[in-house]
């Protein structure tokens, strides 16, 4: 590997290109390949076999498009496949998901209840859970499927009437009450993050894992010297099922235009 190799990140669809976006802006000399799975969208409703299969096969489409650095941009993805694929693809590049640096950021600070909000995928491996308690076996963790939010955000029905009132029947439960914390575990959250903090208030500190996924990419290519002084090409977005809409509503989550290519891996 060398530094002037792209990194690669996908996700089943859109969400994905939150953390592609701040991937961006935190490292602009880098060059990005995305691949967003939409033929099989939403990751959250499936097995999770079905799951390993497909991010096999989309690692092996950025793996030949010469990535150093894969992320899997989709906490289902990262819950189901990670350990999969860094087996499967031992030594030939590096893996970054987004469910480790995210409990990191939480498990740093002193709480006694966190909540976990993600889909049935990712609340069905019992990751968070798992991974909070090992940090601290102490700890109150609630943690709840939200599978209304994700088709909700892709049809663009947020900071609306529409979104408030699913977001105030999700996190107004009993589970989440005498929370300090709230884990936003899936990548299409941080576009309901104000929305869901106006709900919580200052008591509970939200974290979603845009950031904290940046800071791991920049300091695990510092460590491999694999950072990048000055890209050369345009980044590239790939889907796997292409519709005019979809290519709309990428301006949501990337906050600019990017031209979206057709790319069927599955044929």
């Known amino acids: 590997m060398n530094n002037k190799q792209p990194i690669g990140i996908f996700d089943s669809g859109i969400g994905g290109l939150t953390v592609a976006n701040a991937i961006t802006k935190h490292l602009p000399n ?4 995305y691949f967003g799975d939409t033929a099989h969208l939403p990751y959250g409703e499936k097995s999770a076999d079905a799951i390993r299969y497909y991010c096999i096969t989309i690692a092996k489409f950025l793996l030949e498009k010469n990535c150093k650095m894969i992320v899997i941009a989709c906490n289902s993805a990262s819950s189901a496949a990670y350990d999969v694929l860094v087996d499967f693809f031992k030594g030939q590049v590096l893996f970054v998901n987004v469910v480790d640096p995210l409990i990191e950021a939480a ?3 002193n709480y006694r209840k966190v ?3 993600a889909t049935k995928a990712t609340i069905n491996t019992g990751i968070y859970r798992r991974k909070l308690l090992e940090k601290k076996s102490t700890l ?6 939200t599978p209304l939010l994700v088709p909700m955000i892709e049809e663009g029905y947020f900071q609306n009437n529409i979104s408030r009132a699913i977001i105030e029947d999700y996190l107004g439960r009993k589970e989440f009450e005498g929370m300090n914390a709230l884990l936003l575990a899936c990548t299409h959250y941080p576009l309901i993050r104000k929305e869901i903090e106006a709900f919580l208030g200052d008591k509970v500190r939200v974290f979603d894992s845009i950031d904290v996924v940046s800071q791991l990419v920049e300091q695990l290519l ?8 000055k890209r050369e090409n345009a980044h590239q977005f790939f889907v796997s099922d292409y519709t005019r809409s979809f290519e709309e509503t990428t301006k949501i989550f990337y906050e600019e235009d ?10």
Do not use: P
Not at 222 to 229: A, I, V, W
Not at 258 to 266: A, T, V
């Open 140 to 145: 109150d963790v609630a943690s709840l499927a």
């Open 258 to 267: 990017i031209d979206l290519k057709h790319c069927s891996i599955w044929t």
């Open 115 to 117: 909540g976990v909000i």
């Open 107 to 109: 498990a740093a600070q």
């Open 222 to 229: 510092t460590e491999h010297q694999l950072l990048n002084d």
């Open 30 to 33: 880098e060059e990005i390949i």
